[in-house]
C-alpha cells in the first residue's frame, strides 16, 4: 500500500514521538507553538549528526582541490553578542520576513506562504487564500461561498503578491467568515529580543543570535592572532539559533529554536568563486556519504529575489534540497551554501573601528577575506534523517523500521537474554558491562524476544544479540539484523568485532 506524503509524515512525527526522538515541547501544558525538545534517542541521533559534521569539517577536514587536507578551526561564541553587531550585520534592518494578519482569525502568515485560488475569468471574482500545500482549505471555503460543485479547474492558482489592490478586499482568508480581513503586508524583525542586566530599558535590549555565523565574524582576528591558520582557512560552529518565524511548520523543519552547523570559509576574493563551487560540490557529496539517497537531494540556485541581504550580487547562493514527505514531489532546503563575499567583515570592520583585514606574506597584499559559507541545520538534518530512514515492511508482525545507517544510529546494538532464567540474564549483563564504553548499547530482559527487537526496529537499532540456550553450551550468541530480520549465530567474544567492522565507515 503507497502511502501520501502527508501520511507518511504523520506516522513518522507519531514513531518519533512514541519512542522517544521528538517531543513537543512544554507537552504537559499544551506545547508551545515552533518549539520542540529531543528526547532520549533524539538527543543520541542528533549528537551523532553533529560529531559526524564535526569530524568531517574541522577533525578530518575534507581534500582541497590540491589534494592536502583544508585548515578548518572550531570555535562555540555565545548566543547573546553586543547588539552593535546585529546592526553592523544587517540582521536589525534586513532579517524579516513580510507577514499578513488576518483581522478576523488573529491567525498571522508569512505572506509569501500564502497563495490564492481565484475564480476562472468571465466567473464573479472570488477569491480563496490557502497557506501553500493545502489549497484543499481553500477549496472547501470556494464550495461553501460558489455552491458544492465547484472544483479546483474552476480557478486559478496565484501568490498573494500577485492578488491586485483591487482584488484584495474580495479575499477569503483561512477559517475567517467574511472576505476582506488580511491585513497589507509588513516587514517583521525575526530577532528574538530579550534584556540584559536588572533594567528593562532599551538600552539594555539583546538579541538572541539568528544564526551562528556571526559569532564566527565577530571572532575572525581573535582566531587569526591567536592559530596558525592563513587564509584561506575556515571557522566551523555547531550551536543554537532562534529565529521568531512567523509560520512555523512542518515539525522540525522550520521551528522557532533550532541548531545549526556553520562554517565561514575565508579566501581571497579572487579564489572566492572556485571555493564556492567546491564547496556546494563537497556539501551535496558529505550528504550523500551520510547514506541519504541521491534521487531524494538536490542542488538549486536561488532566484535574484530570494538572496539574503548579505549574498553577494552575482556571485549567487545555492541550496542543497531534500524530497521531505510534505514537500513530494518537490523539494525543500537543508543546507544553503553562500558565497557573503566581504559583506560581513566590512561592515563588522567600519563599526566596531577593527581592522579585519588579512596580510598575505607571500604576496605581500593586504585584503579583506570574501567568504563562502555552507550553512546547514542541524535539527533539519535530523528531519531528514528520520523521513530517510523510516520504512514499513507489512510482512513484519511490528511493520515500522527506521533504517539509520549504523554509525548514525542512535542505540548500536541491543544485548538481549532470551528468557530471565538459566544464568542468561547475568551472561547476557556481562556481555554489556564489557562493550558498554565502546559501542551505544541497551540492554533489555523484558517482554518477548519479538516485542523486544520490534522495539529496536522502531528505534532504528542495526543489530541485537541474543544469549539463549546455545550460548551455555557453545558460547555463541545469535545476532539478528534489523534490516532484513535474519539471524545467524557467532562466537559471544567476536561480537565486538562484528559491531565494529559493520560501524565503520
Ligand atoms: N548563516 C546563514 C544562514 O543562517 P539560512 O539559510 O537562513 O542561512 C541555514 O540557515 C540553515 O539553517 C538552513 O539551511 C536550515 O537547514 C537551517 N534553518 C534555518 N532556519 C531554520 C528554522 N527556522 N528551523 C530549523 N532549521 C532552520
Same mark, same amino acid.
Given at each position: 500500500?503507497?502511502?501520501?506524503?502527508?501520511?507518511?509524515?504523520?506516522?513518522?512525527?507519531?514513531?518519533?514521538?512514541?519512542?522517544?526522538?521528538?517531543?513537543?515541547?512544554?507537552?504537559?501544558?499544551?506545547?508551545?507553538?515552533?518549539?520542540?525538545?529531543?528526547?532520549?534517542?533524539?538527543?543520541? =541521533?542528533?549528537?551523532?549528526?553533529?560529531? &559526524?559534521?564535526? @569530524?568531517?569539517? #574541522?577533525?578530518? $577536514?575534507?581534500? +582541497?582541490?590540491? *589534494?592536502?587536507?583544508?585548515?578548518?578551526?572550531?570555535?562555540?561564541?555565545?548566543?547573546?553578542?553586543?547588539?552593535?553587531?546585529?546592526?553592523?550585520?544587517?540582521?536589525?534592518?534586513?532579517?524579516?520576513?513580510?507577514?499578513?494578519?488576518?483581522?478576523?482569525?488573529?491567525?498571522?502568515?508569512?505572506?509569501?506562504?500564502?497563495?490564492?485560488?481565484?475564480?476562472?475569468?468571465?466567473?464573479?471574482?472570488?477569491?480563496?487564500?490557502?497557506?501553500?500545500?493545502?489549497?484543499?482549505?481553500?477549496?472547501?471555503?470556494?464550495?461553501?461561498?460558489?455552491?458544492?460543485?465547484?472544483?479546483?479547474?474552476?480557478?486559478?492558482? =496565484?501568490?498573494?503578491?500577485?492578488?491586485? &489592490?483591487?482584488? @484584495?478586499?474580495? #479575499?477569503?482568508? $483561512?477559517?475567517? +467568515?467574511?472576505? *476582506?480581513?488580511?491585513?497589507?503586508?509588513?516587514?517583521?524583525?525575526?530577532?528574538?529580543?530579550?534584556?540584559?542586566?536588572?533594567?528593562?530599558?532599551?538600552?539594555?535590549?539583546?538579541?538572541?543570535?539568528?544564526?551562528?555565523?556571526?559569532?564566527?565574524?565577530?571572532?575572525?582576528?581573535?582566531?587569526?592572532?591567536?592559530?596558525?591558520?592563513?587564509?584561506?582557512?575556515?571557522?566551523?560552529?555547531?550551536?543554537?539559533?532562534?529565529?521568531?518565524?512567523?509560520?512555523?511548520?512542518?515539525?522540525?523543519?522550520?521551528?522557532?529554536?533550532?541548531?545549526?552547523?556553520?562554517?565561514?570559509?575565508?579566501?581571497?576574493?579572487?579564489?572566492?568563486?572556485?571555493?564556492?563551487?567546491?564547496?556546494?560540490?563537497?556539501?551535496?557529496?558529505?550528504?550523500?556519504?551520510?547514506?541519504?539517497?541521491?534521487?531524494?537531494?538536490?542542488?538549486?540556485?536561488?532566484?535574484?529575489?530570494?538572496?539574503?541581504?548579505?549574498?553577494?550580487?552575482?556571485?549567487?547562493?545555492?541550496?542543497?534540497?531534500?524530497?521531505?514527505?510534505?514537500?513530494?514531489?518537490?523539494?525543500?532546503?537543508?543546507?544553503?551554501?553562500?558565497?557573503?563575499?566581504?559583506?560581513?567583515?566590512?561592515?563588522?570592520?567600519?563599526?566596531?573601528?577593527?581592522?579585519?583585514?588579512?596580510?598575505?606574506?607571500?604576496?605581500?597584499?593586504?585584503?579583506?577575506?570574501?567568504?563562502?559559507?555552507?550553512?546547514?541545520?542541524?535539527?533539519?538534518?535530523?528531519?531528514?534523517?528520520?523521513?530517510?530512514?523510516?520504512?514499513?515492511?507489512?510482512?513484519?508482525?511490528?511493520?515500522?523500521?527506521?533504517?539509520?545507517?549504523?554509525?548514525?544510529?542512535?542505540?548500536?546494538?541491543?544485548?538481549?537474554?532470551?528468557?530471565?532464567?538459566?544464568?542468561?540474564?547475568?551472561?547476557?549483563?556481562?556481555?554489556?558491562?564489557?562493550?558498554?564504553?565502546?559501542?551505544?548499547?541497551?540492554?533489555?530482559?523484558?517482554?518477548?524476544?519479538?516485542?523486544?527487537?520490534?522495539?529496536?526496529?522502531?528505534?532504528?537499532?542495526?543489530?541485537?544479540?541474543?544469549?539463549?540456550?546455545?550460548?551455555?553450551?557453545?558460547?555463541?550468541?545469535?545476532?539478528?539484523?534489523?534490516?532484513?530480520?535474519?539471524?545467524?549465530?557467532?562466537?559471544?567474544?567476536?561480537?565486538?568485532?562484528?559491531?565494529?567492522?559493520?560501524?565503520?565507515?
Amino acid at each position: 500500500m503507497t502511502q501520501s506524503g502527508s501520511e507518511r509524515m504523520e506516522k513518522i512525527v507519531a514513531l518519533s514521538k512514541r519512542r522517544g526522538f521528538v517531543f513537543p515541547a512544554s507537552d504537559i501544558y499544551g506545547g508551545i507553538n515552533g518549539f520542540w525538545d529531543y528526547g532520549p534517542l533524539g538527543v543520541q =541521533l542528533k549528537n551523532n549528526l553533529r560529531d &559526524a559534521w564535526w @569530524r568531517d569539517m #574541522v577533525e578530518c $577536514p575534507p581534500l +582541497g582541490p590540491d *589534494g592536502h587536507p583544508l585548515s578548518i578551526v572550531g570555535l562555540d561564541s555565545s548566543i547573546i553578542q553586543n547588539p552593535r553587531a546585529w546592526e553592523a550585520s544587517g540582521h536589525l534592518s534586513g532579517f524579516s520576513d513580510p507577514m499578513v494578519d488576518c483581522r478576523e482569525t488573529k491567525a498571522r502568515y508569512r505572506a509569501d506562504h500564502l497563495r490564492v485560488l481565484r475564480s476562472r475569468a468571465g466567473a464573479p471574482a472570488a477569491l480563496f487564500a490557502f497557506v501553500e500545500g493545502e489549497p484543499e482549505v481553500a477549496l472547501k471555503r470556494a464550495r461553501k461561498v460558489l455552491g458544492s460543485s465547484k472544483v479546483e479547474s474552476d480557478f486559478d492558482e =496565484l501568490a498573494l503578491a500577485e492578488v491586485s &489592490a483591487a482584488e @484584495r478586499a474580495l #479575499v477569503w482568508a $483561512p477559517g475567517a +467568515g467574511a472576505p *476582506g480581513t488580511l491585513t497589507e503586508p509588513r516587514d517583521f524583525n525575526l530577532m528574538f529580543k530579550t534584556f540584559v542586566g536588572a533594567a528593562s530599558g532599551d538600552e539594555n535590549i539583546a538579541y538572541l543570535r539568528p544564526e551562528t555565523a556571526q559569532g564566527i565574524f565577530l571572532n575572525f582576528k581573535n582566531v587569526l592572532d591567536t592559530s596558525r591558520v592563513r587564509v584561506p582557512f575556515g571557522i566551523a560552529q555547531i550551536g543554537k539559533a532562534f529565529r521568531n518565524e512567523v509560520t512555523p511548520r512542518n515539525y522540525i523543519f522550520r521551528s522557532r529554536e533550532f541548531e545549526q552547523m556553520e562554517m565561514e570559509w575565508f579566501c581571497a576574493p579572487k579564489e572566492a568563486q572556485a571555493w564556492y563551487e567546491f564547496w556546494t560540490q563537497t556539501r551535496l557529496a558529505w550528504w550523500r556519504s551520510l547514506g541519504v539517497s541521491a534521487d531524494r537531494l538536490r542542488l538549486r540556485r536561488h532566484t535574484a529575489d530570494e538572496l539574503a541581504h548579505y549574498a553577494k550580487t552575482g556571485a549567487g547562493t545555492q541550496d542543497v534540497e531534500y524530497r521531505y514527505p510534505f514537500t513530494e514531489p518537490g523539494f525543500g532546503e537543508l543546507e544553503g551554501i553562500a558565497h557573503r563575499g566581504s559583506f560581513d567583515l566590512e561592515q563588522h570592520q567600519a563599526a566596531s573601528k577593527t581592522r579585519l583585514e588579512y596580510f598575505d606574506p607571500q604576496t605581500q597584499e593586504r585584503y579583506v577575506p570574501e567568504v563562502i559559507e555552507p550553512a546547514s541545520g542541524l535539527t533539519r538534518g535530523v528531519l531528514v534523517l528520520l523521513c530517510e530512514a523510516y520504512d514499513v515492511d507489512e510482512s513484519r508482525p511490528s511493520p515500522e523500521i527506521l533504517r539509520f545507517p549504523p554509525r548514525l544510529a542512535p542505540i548500536k546494538a541491543g544485548i538481549f537474554p532470551l528468557v530471565a532464567k538459566e544464568g542468561m540474564p547475568e551472561i547476557a549483563e556481562q556481555l554489556y558491562l564489557a562493550l558498554r564504553g565502546r559501542f551505544s548499547m541497551q540492554f533489555d530482559a523484558k517482554q518477548s524476544i519479538g516485542k523486544r527487537y520490534a522495539r529496536m526496529d522502531e528505534a532504528g537499532t542495526p543489530y541485537c544479540f541474543t544469549i539463549d540456550g546455545q550460548t551455555l553450551a557453545d558460547q555463541t550468541v545469535t545476532v539478528r539484523a534489523r534490516d532484513t530480520g535474519a539471524q545467524e549465530r557467532i562466537a559471544i567474544e567476536s561480537v565486538a568485532g562484528y559491531l565494529e567492522e559493520r560501524l565503520a565507515g
